[in-house]
């Protein structure tokens, strides 16, 4: 994707805005909203990467580096790092856009570990598609 610095060339997965029902008690937005944007954004990569169902199994290195506001838009880019036998590795950025300016910044940051399914729910190889 990119360095961490420099916003992403690529079109955003998602891209949302970040509502007042999103927020902790401090006012910003809270966490696990824009955990859960970056699983979605996720899961869309993988999704399509395994023809068909997957999951979550793991979330590596999550470090929020800024609040997000209410108000803000939140693009969030997901990239393929590595496809294993039945796994998938995928990066997941999010930046921020205050809703008056074009000034953006990465404010989170992930490695998401999705596995193929199959119609059980078992795992199964990404490069085969589920039997229907």
């Known amino acids: ?5 420099d916003l992403p060339t ?3 997965t998602i891209r949302t805005i970040a509502m007042p029902a999103d927020t902790n008690p401090a006012g910003d937005i809270f966490g696990g909203w824009l955990m859960s944007q970056m699983d979605l954004a996720a899961g869309t990569v993988a999704a399509l990467a395994a023809r068909g169902r997957s999951a979550t199994i793991a ?12 108000g803000d838009e939140v693009s969030l880019y997901a990239e393929i790092r590595h496809v ?3 796994s998938m590795h995928i990066h997941v950025e999010a930046w921020r856009r205050e809703r008056r300016s074009t000034l953006t910044q990465m404010v989170t940051e992930a490695l998401f570990t999705f596995v193929a399914l199959d119609e059980e729910g078992n795992a199964r190889p990404v490069k085969e598609p589920p039997e229907a």
Not at 1 to 5: A, Q, V
Not at 59 to 70: D, I, N
């Open 1 to 5: 994707m990119h360095d961490g610095h």
């Open 10 to 12: 690529v079109q955003p």
């Open 59 to 70: 979330v590596e290195g999550m470090k929020f580096h800024s609040p997000v506001k209410v």
């Open 84 to 86: 294993g036998r039945t």
